[in-house]
């Protein structure tokens, strides 16, 4: 896609992609430097930067840049830490989150598995 369907989809400005990329938030576009095409890839960078950038009280995290820098760090890589996260609950008030760039694939029955876990060390 162009830069100005991306602006379409995103409601970005160009000055707000063009700081996502230079400082690294969001990769390089494809495409050559006079043509340059953007994708998918560049939607999730600006909708994660938006949600950890948004306020608290709109529904986001509230982060400033830095720290938005240093949640990307800590996770080793530009993207979200949050795609790649497998959520769910074990009981009622008792939730498990797991890395799938840590322990790869999750098995399609694992809350099944760790509720019955729970269940039998319980007795």
């Avoid at 990329?21 to 994708?39: D, K, L, T, W």
């Avoid at 830095?66 to 609950?89: C, H, L, M, N, W």
């Amino acid at each position: 896609m162009t830069l100005n369907e991306l602006l379409e989809q995103t409601g970005a400005t160009r000055r707000q992609i063009y700081f996502l990329i230079a400082e690294g938030f969001m990769p390089s576009p494809g495409g050559s430097r006079s043509v340059p095409h953007y994708g998918e890839e560049h939607i999730r960078s600006w909708n994660e930067y938006n949600f950890m950038r948004k306020p608290e009280d709109q529904g986001g995290m509230g982060l400033k840049p830095s720290q938005i820098k240093a949640v990307k760090r800590f996770y080793g890589k530009i993207g979200t830490p949050f795609s790649d996260v497998f959520e769910t609950e074990i009981v009622p008030g008792i939730s498990v989150k797991i890395d799938k760039k840590v322990f790869g694939e999750i098995p399609d029955d694992l809350s099944k598995r760790m509720r019955s876990a729970l269940i039998e060390t319980d007795r």
